[in-house]
């Protein structure tokens, strides 16, 4: 299984950004999946995940509201769409699919938002 991110760049507070995540292979739809994000000299933290299915999405307190992951199972492509984006959302972003030992990332995308 291979995760390629893309649709990251540099915006201004305020603005917005779509980042995509296309996956390989054949474990997509059967799983869960999330976006992960780490901030320079800052651990990598959860931002949001969605399940197989759909529904039920959750989010960090910290994006709640302004975040939003979407999935479409029939082309292996998950989404983060990003409003109202602070200085303090600027890191890589990172999807993952879980899987026993760890599971599956992708290679990171840089968003950058500047005051």
């Known amino acids: 299984v291979q995760l390629v991110e893309s649709g990251g760049g540099l915006v201004q507070a305020g603005g917005s950004l779509r980042l995509s995540c296309a996956a390989s292979?054949?474990?997509?739809?059967?799983?869960?999946v999330a976006w992960y994000r780490q901030a320079p000299g800052k651990p990598r933290e959860f931002v949001a995940g969605i399940p197989n299915g759909g529904g039920s999405t959750n989010y960090a307190d910290t994006v709640k509201g302004r975040f939003t992951i979407s999935r479409n199972n029939a082309n292996n492509t998950m989404y983060l769409k990003m409003n109202s984006q602070k200085p303090e959302d600027t890191a890589v972003y990172y999807c993952?699919?879980?899987?026993?030992?760890?599971?599956?990332w992708g290679q990171g995308t840089q968003v950058t938002v500047s005051s």
């Open positions: 292979g054949n474990t997509f739809s059967f799983n869960a």
């Open positions: 993952l699919i879980p899987a026993v030992g760890g599971g599956y």
